[in-house]
């Protein structure tokens, strides 16, 4: 059991690390466009320089962003509503929580199914992004292997709870 949470803690520190370069990717491709607008704004339009596709570029590392989180903090991902389970068993609540990730496991193995799908519809009908004109492939291949992630870590994490019966309790821990 030791080994498979060594692999879903790294699976879970790669998946922060791809999630934090695409916020600063994010972040430094806003400032540099709403930067370059402010100049054109200045200038009256003599300096006309602009970052192309911005808009593709931020709205395509959101979704790295977010399925990386999703993959990176899948144990805690759970909204629980105190009233609800307070009086629950914590056997009950681990229970479900397993469940919870067994259900996770399918969604990402739909998402990595159906991404990769796409990645190959993106080959071979020759689909490319609306402004940098670049191929979909690579996205969609990144989005496939990030929902591969998240399929992996629920399906350790929900082996870890229904074996041992820990998990991630935020009611304990007060997040």
Do not use: H
Not at 37 to 53: D, I, P, Q
Not at 146 to 175: C, H, K, P, V
């Amino acid at each position: 059991m030791k080994f498979l949470l060594n692999i879903s803690s790294i699976i879970s520190k790669v998946c922060q690390f791809i999630g934090g370069i695409s916020l600063i990717i994010i972040v430094l491709t806003t400032i540099a466009d709403v930067s370059a607008r402010y100049v054109f704004k200045l200038t009256g339009g003599e300096m006309g320089f602009t970052v192309k596709g911005s808009v593709e570029i931020v709205s395509y590392f959101m979704l790295f962003a977010l399925l990386a989180a999703f993959a990176a903090y899948v144990e805690r991902s759970q909204i629980i509503v105190d009233i609800f389970t307070q009086k629950m068993p914590k056997v009950i609540k681990g229970y479900m929580m397993g469940v919870f990730m067994v259900g996770f496991f399918f969604i990402g193995l739909v998402f990595t199914w159906g991404l990769y799908e796409s990645a190959i519809d993106a080959i071979e009908f020759g689909k490319v992004t609306q402004d940098l004109r670049l191929s979909m492939m690579p996205i969609y291949l990144v989005s496939a292997i990030l929902s591969l992630l998240l399929a992996i870590r629920s399906l350790i994490e929900s082996i870890n709870i229904f074996t041992t019966g820990e998990f991630f309790d935020a009611e304990e821990t007060g997040a």
